[in-house]
């Protein structure tokens, strides 16, 4: 008996000894030069909110580690002889994986004997030293928290002033009254196709991002008035940036949820060999939404992509980097050979869409010196999209009645010097070749007679070349100016711009600041708009929009930013935007603008007389993660506005006229151990002014069998108000070795219908009016070890 009761007794001791135990992991990571990313050796790291002094230095390389971190948020202190003081807060460590940081310092500007050291805390503030204005950095942390993100970038951007979602369907967005396709997508500093299932061509958005949430690091995001090294574009740009994998051990995530199932590895090539692999797969069938009840639309939808970012260290021969992406998406649907059954014309066609998108491209990097670096990329992309449909007559027989075969293929090269003089001056100088291949088949049924036509059958090559400069000059401590050109030509038509870039920055005090920034941008038009067809009553066909110019917009922001608190900040901007050389129609009572265009490419005969305008005020005011609760508010009040063919000011499809809204989130945190189990609550609501669309001619639409629309009074219905809440649960628990997350998103938790669109429906021979997305649940579970 007294053999058991010892027993008992040093069970209990080992049991809750081991809940005493706190769960720990390590935080490692290189401190770099923010401009020449040269490593910075004896930086002194500390952990600032430690009970004790736990803290490190860097080696030889810049490297640290700090063994054995309790789990939770961490406040970090970088210093280095001769930068500034870095704080960084809310640094998660998680028991699954090490937390891996790059931490970049900022030089300190000696005025005469006086050393001014500046100690606040800018996590908004993007990782792009040249950028001033209209620019924020996001993190990974916050593409996975945000309710409805859905680890998508765009998604996650419609909480940002001047962002709005364009369709629930998708993650398109309009960024200050800009079409959505006057976006730009790059990744690892070179553009890249668009990365998204399901996407039309001429587009920057699709159904489900290709993206994974487990490659991308904190990438920065732009919305105006961008600097001299980006290009071809003219609303706004993804900076997308990825990360290392861990070159120490081998981790690994493994997600399941009802969008389908994720695999990721990551680890070293070889125990002493400080190369590392990261690869993130997955593979998706919507149809399972469809069978436990979510309306995701009809037919058969599936995809599955992957995402891979290698590091190959080489010595003195510098650093070779391999990283990429790639996804497949079909979806298909059979029209039932039963009239009974068609409630709407669609439903008597069945359709066959296949799409292909991926990108990739190795990059050396080698430092010339301790103050400058030279970065060569090697990268290309592949995309191909295929739609056809047929119409089912009334005898049951298939007649086919449109196809559409668009590939696009780029391979390029780029070359970038980055060089800092001193502490005051730095600049980066690069240039960037391309050779566009295309195929590009278009042709379709013309009603109501049911004539074949082709609109575009195109094959060939073109060549791109763009050049930039651009430098980052601090008068003072707080006084800077960053300014550039940017200069881009398409051989095909020889046709090009030379754009100057110039912003100003002024700190008004050490919390607050403003900006003036002025940029003049450009942007192709999508490859299929210059070869469309216009037959000739000879039989033959001209091809009238081969030598369309360059879209151009001249940017003007001001922006005011003041730190309210070391975790709070307001920012305000005042924006204008005059677009021209925009291609417009030929026939005064059409009013086409590809300011309007949200897809496909236009085919219409068009010149570059348009003209458009946008301007207006956003404010955001935003809390990091502070005592475990963050919110972001914005709101924005906007005018977009372009000449119609007619002569007249009208309203774009996009002048919402204002847009708000609310994005917040609370962690609380229970269990065992500080930050054992965290459950997490997050709420978005989204408010903005209906987007326009054109009355239809219902009489006109009767006789065509398909819809007309009144072109001489473009865009004069708006919709109703859109409003949408998500929410998101989440419970993560840190075990010792592994971490595990569930989450369930409901987006649209109101169900509220929100308006699409109307057209017009030839069975019913009635208006149809679209609405978007409904209540849709996603559950998930994420374990990371």
């Known amino acids: 008996m007294i053999r058991l009761r010892l027993i008992l ?27 020449t990313q040269s490593p910075l050796p004896g930086a002194s790291i500390v952990i600032a909110d430690a009970s004790t002094f736990t803290g490190t230095t860097t080696d030889g390389e810049g490297n640290f580690i700090l063994p054995k971190v309790p789990i939770g948020k961490h406040t970090l202190k970088v210093t280095f002889l001769g930068y500034k003081e870095r704080m960084m807060p809310n640094v998660i460590v998680n028991s699954g994986k090490e937390t891996i940081l790059t931490i970049p310092l900022e030089e300190i500007i000696i005025e005469g004997k006086e050393v001014v050291i500046t100690d606040k805390i800018e996590k908004n503030k993007p990782l792009n030293e040249f950028t001033a204005v209209s620019a924020r950095t996001f993190s990974v942390e916050e593409t996975q928290k945000f309710a409805a993100a859905v680890n998508d970038p765009a998604r996650m951007a419609s909480s940002f002033a001047g962002v709005i979602s364009t369709d ?24 890249i196709p668009n990365p998204n299932h399901f996407s039309n061509v001429g587009t920057s958005g699709g159904g489900i991002s290709m993206l994974s949430a487990q490659v991308i690091t904190n990438s920065d995001f732009m919305t105006g008035a961008f600097p001299a090294e980006y290009g ?9 940036k990825l990360r290392k994998g861990n070159n120490q051990k081998h981790e ?15 680890g070293p090539f070889a125990k002493d060999y400080k190369g590392s692999y990261l690869v993130n797969y997955r593979y998706s069938t919507l149809s399972l939404l469809n069978k436990v009840g979510v309306d995701v639309g009809f037919g058969e939808t599936n995809f599955q992509d992957v995402s891979y970012n290698i590091t190959l260290p080489a010595g003195r021969y510098g650093n070779i980097s391999v990283f990429g992406f790639g996804g497949i998406s079909d979806q298909k649907f059979n029209a039932v050979k039963d009239s009974s059954k068609w409630e709407f014309n669609d439903d008597r066609y069945s359709f066959n869409f296949n799409m292909f998108t991926g990108a990739t491209g190795i990059i050396h990097t080698i430092p010339l010196s301790s103050s400058a670096f030279l970065r060569t990329t090697l990268s290309g992309y592949i995309t191909e999209k295929v739609y056809e449909d047929q119409r089912m007559m009334d005898d049951y027989n298939s007649m086919p009645f449109s196809y559409m075969n668009f590939t696009q293929n780029k391979i390029s090269l780029t070359s970038i010097l980055t060089k800092k003089v001193n502490s005051q001056l730095s600049f980066k100088t690069g240039v960037t070749a391309s050779k566009l291949f295309y195929s590009l088949l278009d042709k379709g049924m013309e009603l109501p007679l049911y004539q074949r036509k082709i609109n575009i059958d195109q ?14 000059y601090h008068f003072t401590e707080k006084i800077s100016w960053i300014g550039g050109l940017h200069a881009m030509t398409l051989t095909g038509n020889h046709t090009g711009a030379i754009e100057p870039r110039s912003s100003l920055k002024y700190e008004l005090a050490p919390n607050q600041s403003v900006s003036l920034g002025y940029g003049l941008h450009s942007q192709m038009q999508p490859i299929g708009v210059y070869y469309s067809r216009l037959p000739m009553t000879d039989g033959t066909y001209t091809e009238p929009n081969r030598h369309l110019k360059f879209t151009k917009a001249h940017h003007l922001v001001l922006t005011y930013d003041r730190s309210l608190t070391e975790w709070m900040h307001i920012k305000s901007e005042i924006y204008y935007q005059y677009l021209f050389h925009v291609p417009e129609g030929l026939v005064a009572s059409q009013n086409l603008s590809m300011l309007n265009n949200d897809a496909g490419f236009e085919t219409a005969p068009m010149v570059n007389k348009g003209v458009g305008k946008n301007y207006g005020l956003e404010l955001t005011v935003e809390q990091f993660m502070h005592k475990d609760f963050y919110y972001l508010l914005s709101a924005s009040l906007y005018n977009s506005q372009f000449k119609g063919t007619d002569g007249l000011w009208h309203s774009t499809r996009y002048n919402g006229m204002y847009s708000g809204s609310f994005t917040a989130g609370k962690d609380i945190q229970t269990g065992k151990g500080f930050g054992n189990r965290i459950i997490g609550f997050n709420i978005k ?15 006109a639409s009767m006789q065509k069998g398909e819809t007309v629309y009144q072109d001489a009074h473009p865009f004069t219905i708006r919709k109703k108000d859109y409003f949408r809440t998500d929410i998101k649960f989440s419970v993560k628990r840190n075990r010792k070795k592994s971490t595990i997350t569930w989450s369930l998103d409901i987006q649209n938790v109101t169900n509220r219908k929100n308006v699409y669109g109307n057209y017009f429906d030839p069975l019913s021979g009635r ?14 579970y994420k374990i990371d070890f």
Not at 9 to 34: E, H, K, W
């Open 459 to 472: 094959r060939g090559s073109d060549y791109t070349l763009e050049a930039f400069t651009q430098w980052n």
């Open 252 to 266: 690994y995530t493994f997600q399941a949820g009802l969008l389908g199932l994720d695999a990721a590895a990551e």
């Open 767 to 780: 208006v149809r009016t679209i609405y978007q997305a409904s209540l849709i649940p996603v559950l998930s």
């Open 685 to 699: 609501t989204l408010y903005s002014g209906g987007l326009r669309e054109t009355p239809i001619d219902l009489q």
């Open 9 to 35: 007794v040093l069970l209990c001791m080992v049991i809750f000894s081991s809940y005493a135990q706190p769960i720990t992991q390590n935080i490692r990571g290189t401190v770099v030069d923010m401009v």
């Open 232 to 240: 071809n574009a003219v609303s706004g740009v993804f900076d997308l």
């Open 168 to 191: 629930d369907g998708n993650n398109n967005i309009s960024i200050r009254g800009n079409s959505p396709n006057g976006l730009l997508w790059r990744m690892e500093g070179v553009e």
